[in-house]
């Protein structure tokens, strides 16, 4: 994908157009309104973004309890270490990189993309055979670059790069 502004404004576009009116949006808004109010999640909560991220680990979500969810997610994001803040997420079942970049986008909208390997693919960069915090890091930056070059927020970025792999890459 040439990232040019107007290629990042088009892509959004398009994907706010596919999803308007679906759950997806709405869950989008809850989850945003969650976080304006909440430094947490609960089961609930948690059930609703881990299920909009990816459906099949199902069964490994609903074996978290809502305590435990409540504590893991607010140490992390109370905690200014990177690595502990994303990797604490990982002992909610059914936690890895993807939903983890997913909860702290919604939690620090202005600080995180979410990790997908459709942007990733839309990036040009080669999906890894298993995720590091190295490679989280450095895509952090790199979505954050181009938020920054762009004049446009990370999850405007996030949409494009998402739409842009949908509309183009071959399965």
Excluded: C
């Amino acid at each position: 994908m040439e990232i040019t502004k107007q290629n990042i404004i088009d892509y959004a576009h398009k994907y706010d157009e596919r999803n308007r009116g679906t759950d997806d949006e709405a869950a989008e808004q809850e989850i945003t309104e969650w976080f304006a109010t909440h430094r947490y999640l609960n089961k609930e909560k948690f059930m609703r973004i881990a299920l909009w991220k990816s459906k099949r680990p199902k069964k490994h979500y609903e074996r978290n309890d809502d305590a435990i969810i409540k504590e893991v997610t607010r140490f992390s994001l109370e905690t200014k270490n990177e690595e502990i803040r994303l990797k604490a997420l990982f002992i909610i079942n059914g936690v890895s990189y993807p939903v983890a970049s997913f909860i702290l986008h919604f939690a620090f909208p202005d600080k995180y993309p979410i990790m997908d390997f459709r942007a990733i693919w839309s990036l040009g960069e080669q999906q890894p055979k298993s995720y590091s915090f190295d490679f989280w890091q450095k895509y952090v930056e790199r979505v954050g670059g181009i938020a920054k070059e762009t004049d446009q927020r990370i999850r405007t970025v996030d949409k494009a790069l998402w739409e842009y792999s949908r509309e183009n890459q071959t399965k």
